[in-house]
């Protein structure tokens, strides 16, 4: 019993095979982390999107109460928008009014 204790006790360090493994797991964890994060960030913009979306919404009705009609263009609405600004989609897509009020992204996967 003590032989073994002593040549336990001898030993130092880690195995090239237990090195390995641990990179392995650590890989592993950081590629799942990472596919997670990438989710979570496009996510985060599609609600971004949809948040400017209803904003724009609210400007329409703003200026249909205001003058009785609904805009020609989209650009009609930015005097009725909070920042007096155009809001631009996170990802890149355009706003565009459909139909006579209707505002939609220009990404299928941000209506």
């Given amino acids: ?15 090239i095979i ?8 650590i ?18 913009k599609i609600a971004a999107c949809v948040s400017n979306q209803a904003a724009l919404q609210t400007a329409v009705n703003i200026y249909y109460a205001q003058y009785k009609g609904y805009p020609h263009q ?11 600004e155009m809001p631009e989609c996170p990802s890149g897509g355009t706003y565009l009014l459909v139909g006579r009020d209707d505002i939609q992204c220009t990404l299928e996967d941000h209506q």
């Avoid at 237990?18 to 797991?25: A, C, W």
């Avoid at 009609?76 to 920042?83: G, R």
């Fill in 18 to 25: 237990e090195i390995i493994i641990s990179l392995l797991i």
């Fill in 1 to 15: 019993m003590n032989r073994i204790r002593s040549k336990l006790a001898e030993q130092t360090g880690m195995t």
């Fill in 27 to 44: 890989s592993v964890l950081s590629g799942t982390i990472l596919v997670q994060f990438k989710h979570t960030a496009e996510s985060a």
């Fill in 74 to 84: 989209i650009e009609d609405i930015v005097p009725n928008l909070v920042s007096e």
